[in-house]
């Protein structure tokens, strides 16, 4: 993270970008990852990893908690908000 912010507001972003581009289908897998990320707030510094392998979705929270999500419909919207054709972060594309 570029600066401090609440989970909340992490979390927030990043499921009212992708549940569009989820169809209506796999909803419940946005409040699966919801859960994996413990109640603190985020510090300048902190770092989440996600890794998409097929249809699985690996996931490192920024206090080192791991979990995963299993569904293709959230990996496609999850690679599609980062690498589709309008991306959250273009550079990051790059």
């Known amino acids: ?32 990852f919801k859960k994996l990320n413990p109640p603190v707030d985020l510090v300048e510094g902190a770092e989440m990893e996600m890794t998409v392998r097929g249809n699985i979705m690996l996931y490192k929270n920024a206090l080192g908690g791991v979990g995963q999500i299993d569904s293709v419909v959230f990996c496609k919207a999850l690679c599609d908000l980062y690498y589709g054709d309008d991306p959250a972060s273009p550079g990051h594309k790059e």
């Not at 972003?13 to 409040?31: F, H, Q, S, T, Y």
């Open 1 to 32: 993270m570029n600066r401090g912010l609440s989970i909340e507001k992490y979390t927030a972003a990043i499921v009212e970008a992708i549940e569009p581009r989820m169809n209506g289908e796999d909803l419940e897998k946005l409040e699966e």
